[in-house]
């Protein structure tokens, strides 16, 4: 899994401890945060090649990008020159400090909507995963974190000085990372 080996949590982790945020009200007492992100554009369809099945969109930028349909797409046929491609991408990112409760895991789930036939095409990706780590350590005074992951692996990160809150991790606590990523395209009429 990219993400884990990635230990997305490393660049918010340290932030976790900044905010008083939490997932559920059983973890009240300890910190979390809780991060939103979402971007969106529309681009132009400027040609299509319903054989190869190309779309070349024109992005507010003026500049002209080339995207290939998997076979998936339905009701691509619909789609004309001067449509409006709209693309949102929300991405949530949870981070929490908890109790331990299980060992440290990794789940990942993804679930894909497709426009129903006869409609201008459309599609929504969500995808969501979940890491959990146990804190190994902490040392208050170099303001260090250590934490084994699911796979065994151990790593200690610094914690910004910008954390508050960093005395209410203890040893024995799990860190939690929860990101969920959602992306919607749809054609529209201009």
Avoid: H
């Amino acid at each position: 899994m990219t993400r884990w080996t990635a230990w997305r949590a490393a660049a918010v982790v340290m932030f976790v401890v900044a905010s008083g945020a939490c997932a559920t009200t059983q973890e009240a007492s300890k910190p979390g945060v809780v991060a939103v992100e979402v971007v969106e554009f529309t681009s132009k369809v400027e040609a299509i090649d319903y054989q190869k099945r190309t779309v070349v969109l024109k992005g507010s930028d003026g500049k002209l990008r080339v995207f290939t349909a998997s076979k998936d797409v339905r009701n691509l046929d619909q789609v004309k020159p001067g449509d409006l491609v709209k693309v949102q991408l929300v991405e949530e990112t949870a981070l929490f400090v908890r109790k331990a409760s299980d060992p440290p895991e990794a789940t990942e789930t993804s679930t894909v909507g497709l426009a129903p036939k006869g409609k201008k095409p459309g599609v929504m990706f969500v995808d969501t995963m979940q890491v959990t780590a146990n804190v190994d350590a902490v040392d208050y005074q170099k303001r260090t974190i250590t934490l084994t992951g699911p796979q065994g692996n151990v790593r200690t990160y610094k914690v910004s000085d910008d954390v508050k809150r960093l005395d209410e991790v203890k040893t024995g606590d799990q860190v939690v990372l929860r990101v969920t990523d959602a992306l919607a395209i749809f054609v529209e009429k201009p």
